[in-house]
């Protein structure tokens, strides 16, 4: 939730037009996650964090391409699951000119030849699982009793081994490459679950039957799964990441928009930017 009393919808809007107050509240609001999802996902670029968020404000702010003009919805999950796919696309980019990338990483079909079968919620642990997040957050995310993640686990491993997955001959599940995190946005079809429904089944608020139909697609489909992991992720991490350092938003502010003095002048030409395109 965008902080210092405007709405996700008012932050948007002043974003679009160049409105450097309300640029910085995004930075304020956002920043904790996008550094999240850099370090966790991409530990690589770690040393490298700060100039990727600074390209990642760039393109989506000021770049008449980017995710603020061509983000259509008026909702704040919405909006970060696109902001999230924006950061893992732009930190893939950067990842294989620093760091080579796994000579057999694990395929799409094998992902979902080791989730099938698996309840809903199983392949919800396994997917956090594979993305590297430790037990108790797994009990956390999913309000699942720590004693009951173990067998869970045990038997995706067996089945890794089974089926000689990339790296599992240790008896290990092969984490997930953030690559196929970010392809996995192509399999959308016209059957997929809405963010705005996801959400409300995550929140308790979906009505049985709807919830029912949601479910059984989402445990056939790699893409409802992403994104309702996503969701999930992105909420726990809402709430419990520390709030941004005023002086690194500040900074970032400057960097992806110019220093105050320069503010009129480049506030103008964005929004004349915007109204052109």
Known sequence: M?????????????CREGNRRACGQLIESYLSLAEFWIDHYFPVLSPHRDQVIVELLKTSIVDPGGLL?????????EFLREWRLCTLRLCWGRA????????????????AGLLKG?????????????CRFPAGELAQILSMRPEV?????SKARARAVETNLPHSSGGQIPTMPPKLLVEMDSEKSENCVSIRLLSKIIDGQ???AEKEKAEGHTADCLYCLSNLTALKETILKLRTLPAAN?????????????????????????????KRV
Do not use: C
């Not at 003009?69 to 999950?77: H, L, M, V």
């Open 118 to 130: 698996f309840p809903l919620l199983h392949q919800q642990l396994l997917w956090f699982h594979m």
């Open 246 to 274: 005023p002086l690194r938003i500040d900074n970032f502010l400057n960097s992806t928009m110019g220093r105050p003095e320069e503010k009129k002048s480049f506030g103008a030409a964005v929004g004349k930017l915007f």
């Open 69 to 77: 003009k061509s983000f259509q919805g008026t909702w704040e999950r």
């Open 149 to 153: 993640v173990e067998p869970i686990l």
């Open 2 to 14: 965008p902080r210092q009393g405007s709405t996700f919808l008012e932050m948007l809007q002043g």
């Open 206 to 208: 979906a009505l049985w």
């Open 96 to 111: 294989v000119y620093v760091h080579d990338a796994a000579p057999t990483p694990l395929l799409r079909d094998q992902l």
